[in-house]
């Protein structure tokens, strides 16, 4: 529909002509260039806004052969009335770039309509007839979009995108379309074919992780975050958004709206965020809540498939065992990571790929409401049902096997005391257990997981001598299998901690150990500008004792740390090897 402009005077349309190449806006259609000439007068006083509007349309401004002009009619308008909600630079910049690979890559036109939804998603703010509603909705939109459309950009061009079918790729737009935050930086990870095969597993060599296929029924990654995206979450699970989506994430703070406010590690979520959500929205968006819980829980599982290192961490539960072995599945098979957590998001259970024994894969009824910890809603379903799996076959004394499942609690020992001074939240087991059957459960879990045997190889059986081929047993492992990790146990402390061996050093003297840490890469908050860590691995290089055995972080984004291989012996606890 054409924009009138005779209320406009002469001499200041002239004006804004001016502003155009004169090339370009000569091809434009007749409503395009009064939508222009009566938007470029609104905002002649605006310079950020006449400059979004030149890169735009101007081709010697942006890209030479000039994709906007080539864009249709509908596609034209849909943009500018974008650029027109936001009209700053660091949006408007990018239409050009997604025009140009529209064009460039020539997508059939289902894919082309999507992409235009998605380069357009804020627009759909216009459909809500309540006028504060309406503004949410389009600041909740516009906060991400230049990332969006940046990744919109970088998706259209990739390989594992381009050879996708159609249907498919219509697909992958509709994930985009729903993912915000961390998610948008690491989504094209998951598009990208030139990603090194790993040698322990025949499951990545040469196949797109979008389109990997996962180990139980071949689905691929892209099924298991689309059916998230079409289905509906179990009612019992409560979500909230986690550092990474309210302004502390390990991307370094961008807020993924302004509607979630802030909160630390034991605070609830604000009064702003529940009114944001309770508010009853219309038209296609149907009720914005359920869109952007979506939008929080796509951002932390792409983010965990797409850098299972970086962004999968235990926090402030005692799940390293857990943790350590969905890393290592995220690692290895990210669409059976993807299936678990959307079984559990969607209907409360799942089952492991190679379990024999019928016990369901299930988190205890605490695990669904929020905790204090800073885990993501798939981290705390999927480890609190990995550790409920791993305990739910022990022999108790002075319970019946129909109780066992329910010996994991998520949160337990609320209380201040001598051992909790702060009175904080912990997960925990009921009862004692038999160190032989842990042993024996330990290996069921890993089968259960993976389809591959193991055994638990003990440093120090029992509480009697030691077992001098534990190490041994470790770089045997290491050696024939470079590159594939041994999960160990350790005394850490007054306590305990388990993880991930990577390799160990070959320096004569000074043999080190190199780990993954299930505490995951450094946090990353700003305090006035000024960056801080907490949690995590910690910094680059930095040496630490405080909590544990002298060690020192190699990696501050992917949590890999090491310690000296005396130090590794003196705490050793035993080493799970492949039989």
């Not at 006083?45 to 509007?53: F, I, L, Q, R």
């Not at 007839?129 to 939109?141: G, M, T, V």
């Not at 983010?303 to 290192?309: G, L, W, Y």
Request: aromatic share 6%; with cysteine; glycine share 8%.
């Amino acid at each position: 529909m054409s924009i009138p402009t005779s209320e406009i005077p002469q001499e200041r349309q002239d004006h804004a002509r001016t502003l155009l190449d004169a090339s370009a806006y000569g091809r434009m259609p007749g409503p395009i260039q009064d939508r222009l000439v009566r938007t470029l007068d609104r905002a002649r006083d605006s310079a950020p806004t006449v400059e979004a509007y030149q890169i735009l349309v101007n081709p010697n401004r942006a890209l030479p052969n000039a994709p906007f002009s080539r864009l249709n009619e509908d596609e034209q308008s849909k943009i500018l009335d974008v650029v027109a909600l936001r009209p700053v630079l660091r949006h408007s910049m990018w239409y050009p770039f997604v025009a140009e690979a529209i064009l460039e890559t020539s997508p059939p036109a289902a894919v082309r309509a999507k992409a235009i939804d998605v380069a357009c998603l804020p627009l759909r703010s216009a459909e809500i007839n309540d006028r504060e509603d309406r503004l949410s909705a389009r600041a909740y939109y516009l906060e991400d979009h230049q990332e969006r459309l940046v990744t919109l950009d970088g998706a259209l061009r990739a390989n594992g995108f381009t050879s996708a079918s159609s249907e498919d790729r219509v697909r992958v737009l509709e994930v985009l379309e729903l993912v915000g935050g961390t998610g948008l930086i690491v989504f094209n990870m998951l598009l990208d074919q030139g990603r090194p095969a790993d040698a322990w597993t025949r499951l990545r060599a040469g196949v797109a992780d979008m389109f990997q296929r996962d180990l139980r029924d071949s689905t691929t990654l892209l099924d298991q975050l689309h059916r998230l995206v079409g289905g509906t979450i179990d009612s019992r699970v409560e979500i909230r958004p986690t550092h990474r989506a309210a302004g502390t994430h390990r991307e370094g703070g961008r807020r993924v709206a302004n509607q979630y406010g802030r909160w630390g590690r034991d605070e609830n979520v604000t009064g702003q965020w529940v009114a944001f959500r309770q508010r009853s929205l219309v038209g296609d968006l149907a009720n914005l809540g359920t869109l952007v819980d979506k939008a929080v829980v796509l951002d932390s599982l792409v983010a965990e498939v797409a850098m299972p290192s970086r962004h999968i961490n235990q926090d402030n539960r005692g799940t390293c065992e857990a943790t350590t072995f969905l890393h290592r599945l995220a690692q290895y098979c990210p669409p059976e990571y993807a299936r678990l957590a959307v079984d559990l998001l969607l209907t409360g259970t799942s089952n492991l790929a190679h379990a024999t024994d019928g016990r369901p894969f299930q988190p205890p009824e605490d695990a669904f409401p929020s905790d204090d910890s800073n885990r993501s809603v798939t981290e705390r379903l999927t480890q609190s049902a990995t550790m409920r799996y791993w305990r739910s076959g022990f022999s108790l004394r002075g319970r019946r096997a129909a109780e066992r499942d329910d010996l994991y609690r998520n949160v337990r020992n609320e209380r201040r005391d001598a051992t909790n001074p702060t009175g904080g939240q912990r997960d925990g087991f009921l009862g004692r257990f038999n160190w032989r059957q842990d042993d024996r459960d330990g290996e069921a879990m890993v089968r259960a997981m993976f389809g591959i045997d193991h055994q638990i190889v003990r440093a120090r059986p029992h509480v009697h001598g030691q077992n001098a081929q534990a190490m041994p047993s470790l770089r045997q492992a290491l050696a024939a299998s470079p590159g594939r990790p041994v999960f160990v146990a350790v005394e850490w402390g007054t306590g305990g901690h388990a993880f991930d061996v990577l390799q160990i050093t070959d320096d004569p003297e000074h043999p080190r150990v190199v780990y993954w840490n299930p505490w995951g890469g450094a946090m990353i908050a700003y305090l006035d500008g000024v960056p801080i860590t907490y949690g995590g691995a910690g910094w680059t290089g930095q040496v630490d004792t405080g909590d544990g055995p002298t060690r020192r972080t190699e990696d501050q984004d992917a949590g890999v740390q090491s310690m000296s291989m005396a130090t590794f012996r003196r705490i050793l606890k035993w080493v799970m090897v492949q039989r």
